[in-house]
């Protein structure tokens, strides 16, 4: 079956240090992949969104990356702070748009 | 400029009650989206309208209904609430749902619990 894995347990990371999130997939052949942030009672906001055939996309302290071989896609929050700590989503079209698939997210705690 | 609203934030519902969550956006986006994100699940879509006029079930359609209204507003029905239907409701719109690299933008949340 299709499925989408984020790292259930939440991720724990000291301020300044770099946070790597992963988001992988079965069965699915995304063209594009995107990543967004949710803060707790909020709604989810878009960060990036990266196609399949670029392997980085950066933006500001944001990076993905997109491994289509492995199923793979990361994000790396450089430099972290306090204010970064959220939960992740990444989120995967399926054939057609409108089908866009989220996972569980990642929770992110960055302690100062 | 608000973006997409959803009102109302939080509702308890008893078993077999109704209700309507109401969504509207002022992106002048085509397309729009229900979702329930439920504890340890991803957000699940619900129903989706691609251009206005227009929806379709999504995954989880059964036991929802949806209206839309004109190119702002997308509502949301339960006809006969149970609790397996208490979640956390979010409505999203996108400027064009055809193509997959269209970012989707989040109201905030409706909080429904059923008794």
């Known amino acids: 079956s299709q499925k989408i894995e984020q790292n259930s347990e939440a991720l724990n990371i000291q301020e300044g240090k770099t946070a790597t999130l992963t988001c992988n997939y079965t069965?699915?052949?995304?063209?594009?992949l995107q990543w967004y942030r949710q803060d707790p009672g909020r709604g989810p906001v878009f960060l990036l969104l990266?196609?399949?055939?670029?392997k980085e996309k950066r933006k500001e302290r944001l990076k993905v990356t997109f491994d289509t071989t492995l199923k793979q896609s990361l994000f790396h929050i450089t430099a972290s702070q306090p204010a970064d700590s959220a939960t992740y989503l990444c989120a995967l079209d399926v054939t057609g748009g409108f089908k866009t698939i989220f996972g569980a997210g990642t929770r992110l705690f960055v302690k100062a | 400029n608000a973006g997409v609203t959803q009102t109302p934030k939080f509702q308890v519902l008893k078993t077999g009650q109704s209700m309507t969550l109401q969504c509207a956006q002022d992106?002048?986006?085509?397309?729009m989206y229900w979702y329930r994100q439920d504890p340890g699940m991803g957000l699940r879509l619900i129903y989706y309208?691609?251009?206005?006029?227009?929806?379709d079930k999504g995954e989880v359609p059964n036991g929802y209904n949806v209206s839309r209204l004109n190119k702002r507003e997308f509502s949301l029905r339960l006809e006969s609430a149970a609790p397996s239907q208490t979640s956390v409701y979010f409505c999203?719109?996108?400027?064009?749902?055809?193509?997959?690299?269209?970012?989707?933008?989040f109201g905030d949340g409706t909080r429904l619990s059923i008794l």
């Open positions: 309208s691609a251009s206005e006029g227009t929806t």
């Open positions: 992106m002048n986006h085509n397309s």
């Open positions: 990266i196609r399949e055939n670029e």
């Open positions: 069965n699915y052949s995304p063209a594009y």
């Open positions: 999203a719109s996108s400027r064009q749902g055809t193509v997959g690299d269209q970012p989707q933008h």
